[in-house]
């Protein structure tokens, strides 16, 4: 067990990256967002591996009802501070390398990284 960020697969018929974006935030946790802002994306192996990862800023979100998980989620949905999560990170506690690297560019973005 370990903790992520929101993500899944862009399905055949959703029109656009935000579309897909939308739809999983809303089925893993409930929450529906006023905002999307593209970050940028990533290949976690281009030796191996085809796909890429996108990765978006969501702002303004509102709870709208209950996740709804696919047959192979087992979620739980916790809620944290922007310094709980920059916590999180400098502990080794968040580690699936995409998601890590999602949180990275979102701080950048918010302007919370130190160079």
Request: charged share 30%; proline share 7%; aromatic share 12%.
């Given at each position: 067990?370990?903790?992520?960020?929101?993500?899944?697969?862009?399905?055949?018929?959703?029109?656009?990256l935000e579309t897909a974006l939308a739809r999983e935030l809303r089925e893993e946790t409930g929450y529906v967002f006023e905002h999307y802002e593209y970050l940028g994306k990533t290949s976690a192996?281009?030796?191996?591996?085809?796909?890429?990862m996108?990765?978006?800023?969501a702002t303004g979100g509102v709870r709208e009802g209950k996740p709804s998980f696919?047959?192979?989620?087992?979620?739980?949905?916790?809620?944290?501070?922007?310094?709980?999560?920059?916590?999180?990170?400098?502990?080794?506690?968040?580690?699936q390398a995409m998601h890590t690297?999602?949180?990275?560019?979102?701080?950048e973005k918010m302007g919370h990284l130190k160079y």
């Open positions: 067990t370990m903790y992520e960020i929101p993500g899944g697969c862009v399905d055949p018929d959703d029109p656009s192996n281009p030796s191996t591996h085809n796909n890429w996108h990765f978006y800023l696919d047959d192979n989620e087992d979620i739980e949905v916790h809620l944290f501070t922007l310094e709980e999560v920059k916590r999180m990170l400098r502990d080794k506690e968040i580690v690297t999602a949180l990275f560019y979102a701080l």
